[in-house]
């Protein structure tokens, strides 16, 4: 299983930026997706999860400003991050998990200047 992420960059804030986490190798419908952040001397964090079905969890930092989104056509899992703010600088890593197997990307970096 190879998860590919994309989309990262440098952004004002209340700036916007949508990430995507492509998944080969496997079927993409079996497996929940996630995205993590992890900032500079801080721990990894959970961003968001969406389950094969579509259901979704979110951190508590980023509620109402965040969404996931998953397109099995594409094998791709979408994070759609509006009004961002400079606290949400870190390396954005997208997860795969089906059972007890986990599988992550290599992570792509966002940095929100203000």
């Known amino acids: 299983v190879q998860l590919q992420a994309s989309g990262g960059g440098l952004v004002q804030a209340g700036g916007s930026l949508r990430l995507s986490c492509a998944l080969s190798?496997?079927?993409?419908?079996?497996?929940?997706m996630g995205w993590y952040r992890q900032a500079p001397g801080k721990q990894r964090e959970l961003v968001a999860i969406i389950t094969s079905d579509g259901m979704t969890n979110y951190g508590d930092s980023v509620k109402g400003r965040i969404s996931i989104s998953r397109d099995s056509r594409k094998n791709t899992v979408y994070l759609q991050m509006n009004s961002l703010k400079p606290d949400d600088t870190a390396v954005y890593s997208c997860k795969a998990r089906w059972g007890s197997n986990e599988y992550w990307g290599q992570g792509t970096q966002v940095t929100v200047s203000s």
């Open positions: 190798g496997s079927i993409f419908s079996f497996y929940v």
